[in-house]
């Protein structure tokens, strides 16, 4: 499967649960961390999601908000990586930032030249990468 999303993360469905309307699905990732997707229940069905089903959690760079000086845990967004600048490139109008947290898990996110600079964003400085988990796109073999 080749996609678009610059955020692409394999790993197995830790648990699913079943809502009216929608799922939530929780994939855990080699290194241990944990993303949370929402999706309709009939995507949930078609794709078999359920507990030890390996499955891809994919993410659109710009759909990814960036954070600094902040506790993930006070966010409402299911998804939250802490970690640090490991690469900051500034285009004509967007930068692209890659937050990776201390087990491996890299991030990126397109924001704005401006924010990045609000932000105070630098290569080694600490910041977090955040995304609500109806941005997340779930993926599995066919």
Known sequence: MIT????QFSGEVQAARHGAV?????????????????????????LGLAQGKKAVAMVKATSVVVMVDVDVSKVS????????????????V???VT?????????SAIITNSSADRLGLAV????????KASSVIVG???
């Open 99 to 107: 937050i990776t947290d201390d087990a491996g898990l890299a991030i």
């Open 77 to 92: 967004a299911r998804n939250a990586v802490s970690g640090k600048v490991t690469n900051l490139r500034k285009g004509a």
């Open 22 to 46: 929608n799922d939530e699905v929780t994939i855990r990732l080699a290194g241990g961390q944990e993303i949370v997707a929402t999706v309709t229940s009939e995507s949930a069905t078609r």
């Open 4 to 7: 678009s999303a610059r955020n």
């Open 124 to 131: 080694g400085k600490p910041a977090a990468a955040v995304f």
């Open 140 to 142: 599995v073999d066919g």
């Open 94 to 96: 967007n930068a692209d």
